[in-house]
């Protein structure tokens, strides 16, 4: 093999590559041999059928399978003997080829920049800590407690009030006919909270515990059966109870039920829950802070191709017209996310910083605990889709690298109260205000609040 730089423009290298007949023959030589224990023709018996037999019938195939096998394997080799850093997929374009010929082709390779980084000691940031109020946090208990209420019966004689718990039984007709779905036993409604159909609570009001009321409804734009959508409905409802709410008891026996020890510990736990999702948006911030200054310190030679394919992810369920309306702007945002992962991860490598499959795993497992009831959809989704775990695993990565910047820099640590979190977040939040730049590296991270507190 002979192989030669053509030309080398910016990061684009083509590389001009010659492979002899004589080892594509050999190589056509050696298939051959192989294919003779596997090709069954007739007249011949198994494993004995001449290679001249069977390069006349497959010929063309057995040598374009040849000559793919043999580009993968010179189109490394050059590349490793040239020492050319590949950024994506290089391009072969054949020049010569055929049975009896060398084979010429060329390789066109956009390599990766040399990144050469200036000392981040002259960088400054501000790192946010929350203090949660009280009030907050007696706030949000008292909306678990609404959340996880218990019901206790009325007096028979007693009408429903908004609030109320009502049991019943139905049975619908629309224009007077029955339908799928149209009877209902056992049916529990909390009045007030409207999550059956608009105004069907309302009409609940000032009912008893074995009344009978008759109430109209209209079924739901996106019902399942189209005929049925935006359908005047009629309802006939037998009440089987009426329940009224029982005030919770805030002690340390519901503290229990939300998976705490007391209800001191429930109130840590609610701080820090609330405090993390502070932290998360506080977080962003700072990162965003150190990222531009990173950036704007910087400079980089991007290669197109790299820019290209960043581009058709960003844009890859985008209209045609709306790519074009934005298309300066997401050109600017892709090579603002390429130059900072190029910067971040010569930063990484440089200290050697790397994520285990445990730390993956870890990471996973704190995922599942705070999903409660979503445990093993989380986990199939892992399961079902390894390049989830690898962005997981790239998300990680930046946050070592962005955690160990944070200790070269000036970074000041500032206390603020929910008032003024809300204050930064809201303006760091504004529109045209470019977060993206925080996003260097795709994340399957998917995050849910729970009304269930549970320790992590």
């Given at each position: 093999m002979?192989?030669?730089?053509?030309?080398?423009?910016?990061?684009?290298?083509?590389?001009?590559?010659?492979?002899?007949?004589?080892?594509?023959?050999?190589?056509?030589?050696?298939?051959?041999?192989?294919?003779?224990?596997?090709?069954?023709?007739?007249?011949?018996?198994p494993g004995r059928v001449p290679p001249e037999v069977i390069k006349s019938q497959f010929g063309k195939s057995i040598y374009g399978e040849v000559v793919d096998k043999i580009l993968r394997e010179t189109t490394t080799k050059a590349i490793d003997e040239k020492k050319l850093k590949v950024a994506g997929q290089p391009k072969i374009d054949l020049k010569q080829f055929g049975e009896g010929k060398d084979l010429n082709y060329e390789l066109q390779i956009d390599c990766l920049p040399s990144v050469i980084l200036k000392s981040f000691d002259k960088f400054k940031a501000t790192s946010f800590k929350v203090k949660i109020e009280g009030k907050i946090i007696e706030e949000k208990l008292s909306e678990i407690a609404n959340q996880n209420k218990?019901?206790?019966?009325?007096?028979?004689?007693e009408k429903a009030i908004r609030g109320d718990q009502v049991t019943f039984d139905y049975s619908a007709t629309v224009d007077g006919n029955k339908f799928e779905g149209s009877e209902g036993k056992g049916v529990?409604?909390?009045?007030?909270?409207?999550?059956?159909?608009?105004?069907?609570?309302?009409?609940?009001?000032?009912?008893?515990?074995?009344?009978?009321?008759i109430l109209d409804a209209t079924l739901p734009a996106n019902h399942p059966k189209k005929e049925l959508a935006n359908k005047k409905t009629n309802f006939v409802c037998k009440i089987l109870n009426v329940k009224k709410p029982k005030a919770s008891k805030l002690d340390d026996d519901f503290a229990k039920l939300m998976g705490a020890k007391d209800i001191n510990d429930l109130k840590y736990l609610i701080?820090?829950?609330?405090?993390?999702?502070?932290s998360q948006a506080?977080?962003?911030i700072t990162k965003k802070e150190i990222l531009d200054q990173i950036e704007k310190n910087h400079q980089v030679e991007l290669p197109q191709n790299l820019i290209d394919q960043e581009i058709s992810i960003m844009t890859q369920n985008l209209k045609p017209e709306d790519k074009e309306k934005h298309k300066s702007n997401n050109e600017k945002l892709a090579k603002s996310r390429i130059k900072l992962g190029l910067l971040l991860n010569e930063y990484g490598e440089k200290n050697n910083l790397k994520v285990s499959d445990d730390e993956v795993k870890n990471e996973i497992q704190k995922q599942i605990k705070g999903m409660p009831g979503q445990e093993k959809m989380?986990?199939?989704?892992?399961?079902?889709?390894?390049?989830?775990?690898?962005?997981?695993?790239?998300?990680?990565?930046?946050?070592?690298i962005i955690e160990l910047i944070k200790t070269k820099i000036n970074l000041t640590s500032k206390e603020i109260n929910t008032k003024e979190a809300?204050?930064?977040?809201?303006?760091?939040?504004?529109?045209?205000?470019?977060?993206?730049?925080?996003?260097t590296t795709s994340s399957a991270k998917n995050k849910s609040k729970s009304k269930k507190i549970s320790k992590k």
């Open positions: 002979k192989v030669e730089v053509k030309s080398k423009k910016g990061l684009r290298t083509i590389l001009s590559v010659i492979v002899d007949k004589k080892n594509i023959q050999t190589k056509m030589n050696e298939r051959l041999k192989e294919l003779q224990k596997e090709v069954v023709l007739k007249g011949f018996r218990k019901f206790e019966d009325k007096n028979e004689n529990q409604l909390e009045l007030g909270k409207d999550l059956f159909l608009k105004g069907f609570d309302d009409q609940l009001i000032g009912s008893k515990k074995n009344d009978t009321k701080e820090k829950q609330i405090s993390g999702q502070y506080l977080n962003s989380v986990l199939e989704y892992y399961q079902k889709n390894p390049s989830a775990s690898q962005s997981l695993k790239g998300s990680l990565y930046e946050e070592k809300e204050k930064i977040i809201g303006e760091f939040n504004k529109p045209n205000v470019n977060t993206e730049k925080s996003k």
